[in-house]
């Protein structure tokens, strides 16, 4: 016998070897149909529950959501997002109203005004952002025109959501 032949021979007693203890470890152990059902079953009432769970800490946080403002420097996008999908799947559209956030949930109605001439817009967030600097806030090129001029480019907002996501506000 070679010395390669041995190695293999030794790797395929201490393959036999593992293979053994494993099922010797599996004794009495019996995996069938019959068995695997009850926790088929269960694991699925488990996962329904914690969909259920998941609904309602989502519905706690819009509402919890809903009772928050927030201060803070607002900018607005255009091109070359335009007619782009955004991060909920919707097309942007620069001439639609819409917002960008963070963290507010999609879908969620808010309240926008600019703190310096007092004009408000309501908008639902449609897409994630902005990712400069410390605004909270990207509005759609229309919904900022509507409270501000555009040259303007930063305003000094205050955000009150005022509407659960898919509520129809």
């Given at each position: 016998m070679t010395g390669r032949q041995s190695i293999i021979l030794a790797f395929a007693v201490l393959a036999a070897l593992a293979v053994g203890l494993y099922f010797g470890a599996m004794e009495g152990i019996e995996i069938g149909h019959a068995?695997?059902?009850?926790q088929i079953r269960e694991n699925?009432?488990?996962?329904?529950?914690?969909?259920?769970?998941?609904?309602?800490?989502?519905?706690?946080?819009?509402?919890?959501?809903?009772l928050m403002t927030f201060i803070g420097v607002a900018s607005y996008y255009s091109y070359p997002f335009h007619r782009r999908l955004?991060?909920?799947?919707?097309?942007?559209?620069?001439?639609?109203?819409?917002?960008?956030?963070k963290s507010l949930p999609f879908g969620m109605m808010i309240r926008v005004t600019n703190l310096e001439n007092g004009r408000s817009?309501?908008?639902?967030?449609?897409?994630?952002?902005?990712?400069?600097?410390?605004?909270?806030?990207?509005?759609?090129?229309?919904?900022?025109?509507?409270?501000?001029?555009?040259k303007k480019g930063l305003i000094r907002v205050q955000v009150t959501p005022i509407g659960k996501p898919g509520a129809g506000n």
């Open positions: 068995q695997l059902e009850p699925a009432e488990d996962i329904a529950a914690l969909k259920c769970d998941i609904a309602v800490a989502n519905d706690r946080l819009a509402y919890a959501t809903e955004t991060a909920s799947g919707t097309v942007y559209d620069k001439d639609g109203y819409s917002a960008a956030s817009i309501v908008v639902p967030i449609t897409d994630r952002g902005p990712f400069v600097g410390e605004r909270i806030l990207d509005l759609s090129e229309a919904a900022f025109a509507k409270i501000a001029p555009l």
